[in-house]
C-alpha cells in the first residue's frame, strides 16, 4: 500500500542541526511532490515547503528560508529535510506528506501522511 | 497569505447528533485546493475531504464538505465515538495554509 515511512524521534541542543528521512513505497516516488509539514506540541499544522522528487527542484516557506534544506534520491524513494541552527521553539513533530495530484492519483489535497519524526530541542 | 479561521474552537456533541464546523478564509479561495483533515490523540492528521466537496477513500458518507469563496463547512451528519477528534481545514493559494483546528469533544 501507499506510504511514507519517516525516521525516528531526535533530540538535539540548540544550535545543532536534524536531518529526518522519508521513505516513500507502493507509489511512482518520481511523480508527487513531497511536503513537509511541522506541529509543535498542543498547536496546529505549519507548513515547511516541498520537494519535487523528480527534478530535485525545491520551495521553502519564507519563515525557513536559509535554515532548511529539502534533498532527495530517486534510487531509494527517499527524501530529506535537514534543519539547522535549531531552536527550543523548533521542537515538534515533523511530517512528510504527499500531495495526491500526480501520475496515479488527482487529488488536490495532502492524502498521504507519514507517521510523523519527533524532534525536540533541549540544552 | 490567506489565512484560514476556523469556528467554534471548541464543540461538545454527543455521539449521534450532528456536528457542523465552520472555516472562513480571509480571501477568495478557489475551492478545488479546499480540504478537511481530521486528526486523533498521537496520530497523523487523515485526508476526510479534498475539493470543498469530494469524500476521500474510505471516509463514511456521514462525513460531508460544502462552501466556496470564504466560507467552508465540514458537516458529520450522526456522530460515530471514533469521531471525537481535532479537524482542521486547508487551502492552497500561493502556498498552503492551515486552519488553527476545532476540537470535537464527547459531551
Known amino acids: 500500500q501507499v506510504q511514507l515511512a519517516q525516521s525516528g524521534a531526535e533530540v538535539k541542543q540548540p544550535g545543532a542541526s536534524v536531518k529526518v528521512s522519508c521513505k516513500a513505497s507502493?507509489?511512482?516516488?518520481?511523480?508527487?511532490?513531497l511536503y513537509w509539514v511541522r506541529q509543535a506540541p498542543g498547536q496546529g499544522l505549519e507548513w515547511m515547503g516541498w520537494?519535487?522528487?523528480?527534478?530535485?527542484?525545491?520551495k521553502y516557506e519564507k519563515s525557513f528560508q536559509g535554515r532548511v534544506t529539502m534533498t532527495g534520491d530517486t534510487s531509494i524513494s527517499t527524501v530529506y529535510m535537514e534543519l539547522s541552527r535549531l531552536r527550543s521553539d523548533d521542537t515538534a513533530v515533523y511530517y512528510c506528506?504527499?500531495?495526491?495530484?500526480?501520475?496515479?492519483?488527482?487529488?488536490?489535497?495532502?492524502?498521504?501522511w507519514g507517521q510523523g519524526t519527533m524532534v525536540t530541542v533541549s540544552s | 497569505e490567506i489565512v484560514l479561521t476556523q469556528s467554534p474552537g471548541t464543540l461538545s456533541l454527543s455521539p449521534g447528533e450532528r456536528a457542523t464546523l465552520s472555516c472562513r478564509a480571509s480571501?477568495?479561495?478557489?475551492?478545488?485546493?479546499s480540504a478537511w483533515y481530521q486528526q486523533k490523540p498521537g496520530q497523523a492528521p487523515r485526508l476526510l475531504i479534498y475539493g470543498a466537496s469530494s469524500r476521500a477513500t474510505g471516509i463514511p458518507d456521514r462525513f460531508s464538505g460544502s462552501g466556496s469563496e470564504t466560507d467552508f463547512t465540514l458537516t458529520i451528519s450522526r456522530l460515530e465515538p471514533e469521531d471525537f477528534a481535532v479537524y482542521y481545514c486547508q487551502q492552497y493559494g500561493s502556498s498552503p495554509t492551515f486552519g488553527q483546528g476545532t476540537r470535537l469533544e464527547i459531551k
Open positions: 506528506v504527499r500531495w495526491g495530484l500526480g501520475s496515479e492519483t488527482r487529488i488536490e489535497a495532502f492524502d498521504i
Open positions: 507502493g507509489y511512482i516516488f518520481a511523480a508527487y511532490y
Open positions: 480571501q477568495s479561495v478557489n475551492s478545488a485546493y
Open positions: 520537494i519535487n522528487p523528480n527534478r530535485g527542484s525545491t
